[in-house]
């Protein structure tokens, strides 16, 4: 029989969706799984649930992740805080810089309020401390001191007149010479001196000496009072000029308790090194000319990230997940054959700008990144976001660092791959389990119901709007369904990825302004279609060309026995096409029952060779019920010259075997697809489309659309048919045949013409295709058994 494919007016239909609908669509589709999976990780804080979603994933179906992300948490009302990231100077260690998180907006505020305390001080320090007050007090206390030291000179004067010697003050310290008859003698002279008057004046000196002593400890001690009398001056100055500022600042940033901490270390730093505001001398070296290091770096403040402009929690996808994308990085400065760095190199990954949110990442490129995935997983468990240098780990660079304080994280993560790659992580790596709990699978193909196909259309609106493409006209919609339909390869379902969809859009807009149309049209979606088979179909086209040559030897007219057309699928990437195997099987007598010839030259693979046994299986089950059988059936892919996989040609090479052993022709004009049971129960295959169009081909090739051609398909893959208009049009016009079947009996029926038979208490009714082969088989178990006696 038959089969009748859906008619345009039921496609019409089917897929009527009005403009109301349209309006309430939402542009993602239905994924429960996922979107349970979301909800989960939103509404469990644990670090420990992140997700595992399994699938190929375009960008658009990203953006679907994302989308279905920012519902939830509208759904739920799940308010996730943001917070300013800011590095500042650890005064006290500067090598580890600390980490401030402030609310949103501040970050900036916080850098801005420093530069306008730096550029006070600049201006502030220098009036002040050149002003004519300054002056007065420091005049003052030097003049006091001074006075103080001139006379404690005064007084080492009259102890040295005393002892008749004379002192003078100079750079190496105090000179002392002896007086004699009033006059004040020189080295040369004192040599000439009497023994005795030597001894008196070395005696004299000694205690001289020690008076000088207590001078100079006296005068260290003056100088020492003085200078703390001039810093806290300078002091008193300095708390005049900063403090209150300090405590402006203290009082704006009141609630973050770490700046509090941080505006003190910045007052003590600041009243320590104020000369630092005094104008400088030029450098006095080569080096320090061409420091790196700008004045007043330490007051700087390094905004990690801003989110003062952020409205939304952050939901990111990063394309790129290198080490340094992910997790931030502290750059360096050549400086003289060295490299040097400071907390203002301090640069944020990826991670960082998603904390307080929702992180996406590819899990084939977390893998393939060197250190990536260990660094991650380590992130997660510490709840740490850690910016260092991964290579001196490893002594790769050796060189002057810093080691920021990590910041705290709260992200969550969803990793995005293959279902295998789950499974390899899942059982190799022990971290895994724990770290991703929440496992699910994106849904290729999704069910046609009136609310997912209103999704449907309103997402592909959305995305021809979001490529700037050309409206669609109802005819191209239509078309553009029945193309996802054919993808997702059920008329009652579409194609959840929508990577292929918006191609063929984009080519379809291509034809549209050529024909300087603004609307996209029916017959621009099917040039689309058709151009982009074309592109790709030359293999197929070089196999209908030898067929047409006799290359490739296909017979499609008369009836051969032990011979029929199977179907076969070659997919190349991403284009899969049709095209008949001519299968044929001899018998003989002997005992080795089905001879896989596939398999015998390795060609085969484990699939094919279990539907091979399987046919063993049925023919035992079927006929050796009262003897043993004793046959060998040879099986082969004629003109076959690549491994065969699969069992789709099971129905088809049971049929060439039925009729070998019965000696029963078949019809050359028919092609068989389907996989089988042992007990003949057809089963539904994969392809079936391209199946059907490509013994299509080969019937429209050779000029034999009469109406006598066709393919047998299990009826269990009706629903798997959407067919191009050329070979729909053949089968409305009874040119080209569909029959559908449901066991082994069917297809025997419409291959030979006979009735397949009914089992009886003995044997199959007389006259019947199962008759047949069951006296075939009787006979030649017979001649086996002489032959063994002989």
């Known amino acids: 029989m038959s089969v009748s494919l859906i008619s345009p007016e039921e496609l019409q239909s089917r897929f009527e969706v009005t403009k109301e609908r349209k309006k309430e669509g939402k542009y993602f589709i239905a994924q429960k799984r996922v979107e349970k999976a979301i909800q989960t990780i939103l509404n469990i804080r644990d670090s420990e649930y992140n997700a595992y979603i399994s699938g190929n994933f375009t960008k658009q179906d990203i953006e679907t992740i994302k989308e279905l992300i920012r519902k939830t948490l509208a759904d739920f009302n799940i308010e996730n805080k943001l917070y300013d990231w800011c590095y500042v100077n650890n005064f006290k260690n500067p090598r580890t810089p600390t980490v401030v998180n402030l609310p949103q907006g501040k970050g900036e505020e916080l850098k801005k309020d420093m530069e306008e305390l730096v550029e006070y001080l600049r201006k502030t320090v220098p009036s002040v401390f050149e002003s004519k007050e300054y002056e007065e007090r420091i005049q003052e206390i030097v003049r006091e001191y001074d006075e103080k030291q001139k006379e404690l000179f005064r007084n080492i004067e009259e102890s040295a007149h005393k002892l008749n010697f004379i002192v003078k003050p100079s750079q190496a310290g105090i000179i002392i010479n002896p007086v004699v008859n009033g006059k ?31 001078f100079l400890r006296e005068s260290r001690k003056l100088e020492k009072e003085k200078h703390r009398k001039v810093e ?41 090194n104020i000369s630092a505001f005094l104008p400088q001398k030029p450098p006095d070296s080569f080096f320090a000319a061409f420091s790196p290091k700008p004045r007043y770096t330490e007051y700087k403040v390094n905004v990690l990230v801003d989110n003062s402009q952020t409205k939304e929690v952050p939901v990111i996808y990063e394309e790129d997940p290198t080490y340094y994308n992910l997790f931030g990085k502290i750059e360096k400065q050549a400086y003289f054959g060295a490299f040097i760095t400071d907390f203002t190199r301090i640069r944020p990954g990826t991670i960082h700008y998603a904390n307080g949110g929702y992180l996406i990442l590819d899990a084939y490129s977390v893998l393939m990144n060197p250190n990536v995935w260990e660094t991650l997983k380590k992130t997660i468990s510490s709840k740490k976001c850690v910016i260092e240098e991964w290579t001196e780990r490893y002594g790769i660079l050796a060189s002057e660092t810093i080691k920021p304080e990590p910041a705290p994280l709260e992200t969550k993560i969803i990793l995005l791959g293959p279902v295998f790659l789950y499974e390899l992580l899942y059982v190799f790596d022990k971290d895994f389990k724990q770290l991703f709990k929440v496992k699910t699978d994106f849904n290729p193909i999704i069910e046609v119901t009136p609310h997912n196909l209103t999704q449907y259309i309103t997402r592909i609106d959305h995305l021809c709007e979001k490529n700037t493409l050309p409206k669609l006209s109802d005819d191209a919609l239509k078309e553009i369904l029945t193309f996802s339909s054919r993808i997702s390869e059920h008329k009652d379902r579409l194609y959840a990825y929508t990577d292929k969809i918006i191609d063929t859009i984009k080519e379809a807009s291509f034809y549209a302004k050529r024909e300087k149309v603004e609307t996209i049209y029916g017959q621009h979606i099917k040039k689309a279609i058709e151009e982009s088979i074309f592109r790709k179909n030359l293999i197929r086209d070089k196999i209908l060309e030898m067929i047409k040559e006799g290359t490739l030897i ?10 029929i057309n199977g179907l076969s699928v070659i997919s190349m990437g991403d284009f899969s096409f049709g095209i008949p195997a001519r299968i044929s099987a001899r018998t003989f007598v002997g005992k080795t029952g089905i001879i896989n010839i596939e398999k015998e030259s390795e060609m085969a693979g484990k699939i094919f060779n279990k539907s091979v046994l399987i046919l063993s299986g049925y023919l035992g089950w079927k006929y050796a019920y009262d003897k043993p059988l004793s046959i060998s059936i040879t099986l082969a892919f004629e003109q076959s010259y690549t491994m065969v996989e699969g069992d789709s040609a099971s129905v088809a090479e049971l049929l060439s075997i039925l009729s070998a052993i019965g000696e029963i022709p078949l019809k050359q004009s028919l092609a068989a697809t389907g996989s089988i049971s042992q007990d003949g129960t057809v089963q539904p295959i994969g392809g079936v489309n391209e199946k059907v169009e490509g013994f299509f081909e080969v019937c429209k090739l050779k000029d034999m659309l009469d109406g006598e051609h066709g393919v047998v398909i299990p009826r269990r893959n009706i629903n798997n048919l959407i067919l191009n208009d050329e070979v729909k049009k053949a089968v409305e016009e009874r040119k080209f045949n569909i029959y559908c079947i449901d066991t082994i009996d069917d297809a025997i029926e419409i291959f030979t013409g006979m009735k397949a038979g009914k089992k009886l208490k003995r044997g199959y009714e007389k006259g019947t295709f199962h008759w047949i082969v069951d006296n075939r088989l009787r006979k030649i178990s017979k001649l086996a058994e002489k032959k063994e006696a002989e």
């Open 232 to 272: 806290k001056v300078n002091e008193e100055m300095g708390i005049f000029i900063v403090s209150h500022k300090i405590e402006d600042l203290k009082r704006k940033y009141k609630g973050v308790e770490k700046l509090q901490k941080y505006f003190d270390d910045v007052e003590d730093y600041t009243l320590k």
């Open 554 to 563: 296909i017979n499609i007219d008369g009836i051969k026995i032990g011979q």
């Open 184 to 214: 004040a003698i020189n080295e040369r002279e004192f040599s000439l001196l009497s023994a005795e008057v030597k001894r008196d004046i070395e005696e004299k000196k000694r205690m001289l000496e020690d008076k000088i002593n207590d």
